[in-house]
């Protein structure tokens, strides 16, 4: 059973970065088949996707063109984990984040492990 | 982008009741429509994938259609943990979308 276990602050100061790690168990981040997203979900606009790593031979990193130039995604093997940190914050990227794995069926996805969930405000 | 348009946003059932979700393409996707289930203060979790297929553990009174663009998300027998939101989600084409959320209310 894949388990992910987000951290991370639940504050961060506006112009900041906003940075969260995603440990999994249960799954290997280097898995061929699957892929490594985060998610986020605001009253203002529902559930966002941001971005997703994945290994086919070597890294893969994908995300959504409105946070392209504020989104770093890492993954490190050796704690088998993945991280995301947002640059450049504001009040508007206050939101529940979610790191979440991508099961594979016919060649795409479906997220069907998630984590618990980090609320993170902007505020100063 | 692909914009998935779901709905109702709410609406109101009762335990027992036969409740339908409707989420619509603005173009084709093929099978690769998800929905997921979000009861309060947690995250959402899958119960259908590839619009039709019931995820391992899901009960079977959950089940989905695909007709052209159109995806339907239908509940037969509403149970007291079924109150909750609902939503869609596309995977055919980068960025990943997701419909606004339907509310299943008592």
């Known amino acids: 059973q894949v388990q992910l276990q987000q951290s991370g602050p639940g504050l961060v100061k506006p112009s900041q970065t906003l940075s969260l790690t995603c440990d999994i168990s249960g799954d290997s981040v280097s898995s061929d088949s699957v892929v490594w997203t985060w998610i986020r979900q605001s009253p203002s606009r529902g559930l966002e996707w941001l971005a997703k790593?994945?290994?086919?031979?070597?890294?893969?990193?994908d995300s959504a063109d409105s946070l392209k130039s504020r989104i770093i995604i890492n993954v490190d093997t050796s704690r088998n984990q993945f991280s995301l940190q947002l640059t450049s914050v504001t009040p508007e990227d206050t939101a529940v984040y979610y790191c979440?794995?991508?099961?594979?069926?016919?060649?795409?996805?479906?997220?069907?492990?998630w984590g618990q969930g980090t609320l993170v405000s902007v505020s100063s | 982008d692909i914009q998935v348009t779901q709905s109702p946003s709410s609406l109101s059932a009762s335990v027992g009741d036969r409740v339908t979700i409707t989420c619509r393409a603005s173009q084709s996707i093929s099978t690769y429509l998800n929905w997921y289930r979000q009861k309060p203060g947690k995250g959402p979790e899958v119960l259908i994938y590839s619009a039709s297929n019931l995820q391992s553990g899901v009960p079977s009174r959950f089940s989905g259609r695909r007709s052209g663009t159109e995806f339907t998300l239908t509940i037969s027998g509403l149970q007291p943990e079924d109150f909750a939101t609902y939503y869609c989600?596309?995977?055919?084409?980068?960025?990943?979308?997701f419909g606004q959320g339907t509310r299943v209310e008592i």
């Open positions: 790593t994945y290994f086919r031979s070597r890294w893969y990193n």
């Open positions: 989600q596309q995977s055919y084409t980068s960025p990943w979308t």
């Open positions: 979440a794995r991508g099961a594979p069926t016919r060649g795409k996805y479906y997220l069907d492990s």
